[in-house]
């Protein structure tokens, strides 16, 4: 490189440097990167937040430039990774909980990039955004629908790990549906996977075999809806549409509807107003939203679920309002109260009275 | 029909360049696939992201080190093992215990800031190693159960054991009853070797171990023991070695480093113990033994090799948008040329017509 362009180049990168302090607004195109833990084809997880990832470059055009990383493990292999990113990234999602230390660790060491965890809770830097969405909400309306179908009274629930948020959504859906139907039974098969179809459709298999009739899962393969459509039984869409697997057994879905907070999130690093927060939004912001509903089912039960979801939208209800009991018989919720979110519903480590399998541990 | 004749001879020269030769091998694959893979990329620059950038660039290269030295550790203690007809195939388990081990110590004195408490937990990872590849030993010996399934079984034991410690007694009592510990201090932390990246002392330990077998295979009695006992098992009962000796000292060995891997992975990069701490180290570690043909030092060579092939996949997925399953394509050309060539430079190929 001869004197003259390096002396150039420097000029230019102090200009940069000099426009950088200026204005915090950007000029060029916002980089943002996304951590997945699944395949974006696996029509779960990680294919919502990936159709999330889809809508910000669809609305902001040549505005942004999108990295995704998919299949990325919860181990320190994901350290490297988001400091990979970091290095040519504005803003990072990391998507899953398990990416939470690495986070933080990777945050501290670049401060002017941007950190956005989902579904965890640690920010002791400013520049990491915690966010995560009410599915037990869903889990709600699909619990209602589930004890009005149901023929045998027992409702199948594939789980993944013992976390708050799936416990959180085991206990909603049972509730909802021994609202509606008081001899509800519910079975659950954990798979310590997030992402495993063979042991999905095991899990899948196994419950149907104790005599369920109607398939749930918090799990992020289509592998649950294939067995249900073949089997004949009622299963609900995870995360995303997947009617295209269960054209029969789909009742409805709980969809995740990412797209929008992430097009807010990015904008707000191209406009220089991005802070650290901590979101968590259900029905009615649209963070969780529901697949069409299957023309099988009985009008009354749709109305119902309809019902449900305005209900939910206009914060009329709660999926947790007492009297609630905790599986051991002590008393949890006393009659018309609502659980705060810390610690309540954030830590949640216990089943609801009436679930009559062993809490996991 | 084809027919697999060994050769009289082996070409030592071939013996020598046959590692080259399923590199270039493997090369020219990913090259091919690549050029009807790709679109708008060119191939050079992905095979520089691939190959090339991980050694050029120093934060890549630290990574590179920090994910071989696991490798390294416990490829080492299955080419010992391996030499001896001993098949640890649950090296992955093994290191799981040790992680769990030696972790239990250092959360147990989560309060304690002192100098014996790194040393404490490293010991509790090797026994904790030790102890889990003893009950295939014992298995064996006792009652002539194959070590290869014992081993293999157990590895799914101690992954749902994990799981249970975590959601139980190690659980972070402040962490919103997620599946994690509490994040380890410093004085039960690895001393970096490398300021500003992750590379820990693992590697250190990984060199001098990798020599000290080197020479023990070469002079101590044991070397001969398990060699003959691997080759030439009858020879060996002859000569009066100790079957059951060889067993022990095969899985308690492999298992030790296996542990001693996993405490170092979790007071290493993760600095904590949760459920991510089986990362396959255990399984791949035993294409690193077969790389470097069971010989220890060669183990060094091969989990840098391997380790290249991790940094630079997940690099050219993040760079390029290529899917994850790069790494394990590369893997896997790589061990199948690999074992190819060592075939024939052993055996020659000869058709011959059958009668009918």
Redesign the interface.
């Known amino acids: 490189m001869s004197n003259r362009s390096l002396s150039s180049v420097v000029k230019l990168s102090i200009l940069s440097v000099v426009l950088a302090f200026t204005s915090n607004v950007y000029a060029d195109p916002v980089k943002a990167a996304f951590v997945y833990i699944g ?1 974006t084809g696996d029509h779960g997880w990680t294919f919502a937040h990936d159709q999330g990832a889809k809508y910000v470059k669809e609305m902001m055009g040549d505005d942004v430039i999108i ?5 990325v ?9 988001i ?3 970091a ?1 040519k990234n504005d803003i990072i999602f990391t998507t899953s ?2 990416y939470m ?1 690495p986070t933080v ?1 990777v945050a501290a060491r670049y401060p002017n990039v941007k950190f956005e965890h989902a579904t965890g ?1 640690m920010r002791p830097t400013d520049n990491i955004s915690t966010y995560s969405a009410r599915f037990y909400e869903g889990r709600h309306v699909i619990g209602k629908i589930a004890g009005r179908m149901t023929k045998n009274n027992v409702i199948g629930y594939i789980a993944s ?4 948020e799936v416990i959180r959504g085991i206990n909603s859906a049972y509730l909802a549906a021994k609202s509606v139907n008081p001899d509800i039974e519910m079975k659950i098969v954990w798979v ?1 996977s997030w992402y495993d179809p063979g042991k999905e459709a095991d899990a899948a298999n196994a419950l149907i075999a104790q005599g369920a009739d109607i398939l749930m899962q918090h799990t992020d393969s289509t592998a649950p809806m294939t067995v249900a459509e073949e089997k004949g039984v009622y299963a609900f869409g995870q995360a995303s549409n997947m009617r295209e697997w269960g054209k029969n057994a789909q009742l409805t879905g709980i969809i995740d509807d990412w797209g929008p907070y992430y097009l807010e999130r990015v904008q707000a690093v191209k406009d220089g107003t991005w802070t650290s927060t901590d979101v968590f939004h259900g029905v009615d912001s649209g963070m969780v939203k529901f697949a069409p509903m299957n023309k099988s089912m009985p009008k009354d039960i749709r109305n119902e679920a309809s019902r449900a979801i305005i209900d939910l939208s206009m914060g009329k209800i709660h999926p947790f309002t007492g009297p609630i009991n905790k599986q051991d018989g002590s008393p949890w919720l006393a009659e018309g109260e609502t659980p705060p979110n810390y610690p309540d519903l ?4 216990f089943y609801v009275e009436g679930i009559e399998a062993k809490y ?2 | 029909m084809i027919k697999l004749i060994p050769r009289v001879e082996n070409s030592t020269v071939m013996v020598l360049l046959s590692p080259l030769l399923a590199l270039t091998l493997t090369a020219l694959s990913a090259y091919l696939i690549f050029v009807f893979v790709l679109v708008d990329i060119p191939v050079s620059s992905v095979f520089f992201t691939l190959f090339v950038e991980p050694l050029i660039d120093s934060y890549y290269f630290s990574e590179l080190l920090v994910k071989a030295a696991p490798l390294m550790i416990i490829g080492l203690g299955l080419s010992i093992g391996f030499r001896a007809g001993i098949w640890n195939i649950g090296a992955e388990g093994q290191y799981v215990m040790g992680g769990i081990a030696g972790s239990a110590v250092g959360l147990y004195f989560y309060n304690v800031e002192a100098l014996w408490l790194l040393p404490l937990m490293t010991i509790a990872g090797i026994l904790g190693g030790m102890f889990y590849a003893g009950i295939a030993a014992f298995l064996r010996i006792k009652y002539q159960v194959n070590e290869i399934l014992v081993t293999l079984m157990l590895t799914y034991v101690a992954v749902l054991f994990l799981s249970a410690m975590l959601q139980g007694p190690l659980r972070n009592p402040s962490g919103f009853n997620f599946p994690e510990s509490r994040i380890f201090h410093d004085s039960a932390m690895l001393p970096i070797i490398w300021e500003g990246t992750r590379l820990h002392i693992g590697l250190i330990v990984a060199i001098i171990l990798s020599f000290v077998a080197w020479f023990g295979i070469k002079k101590h009695m044991f070397g001969m023991q398990i060699k003959i006992s691997g080759s030439a098992p009858r020879a060996a009962k002859f000569a009066g070695f100790d079957d059951n000796k060889t067993v022990w000292y095969s899985l308690l060995i492999s298992g030790g480093l296996a542990g001693l891997a996993g405490l170092f992975e979790a007071a290493g990069p993760a600095g904590q113990l949760t459920p991510g701490l089986p990362q396959f180290y255990g399984f791949t570690a035993i294409i690193v033994a077969f790389l470097a043909r069971l010989h220890p030092v060669g183990v060094l060579f091969s989990a840098l090799l391997i380790a290249l092939s991790y940094v630079g996949g997940e690099n050219v997925q993040i760079e390029y948008n290529l899917p994850s399953s790069i790494t394990q394509i590369f893997q896997g050309m790589l061990l199948f040329y690999f074992l190819a060539c060592d075939i024939l430079i052993k055996y020659k190929v000869v058709s011959f017509k059958t009668k009918n």
């Open positions: 395949p990295t995704t990383v998919e299949s493990e919860e181990n320190s292999d994901s350290e490297r990774v400091t990979s990113l290095r909980f398990g230390n660790k809770y790990f013992p976390i708050p310590y954030l830590t949640m480590d996991p541990n």
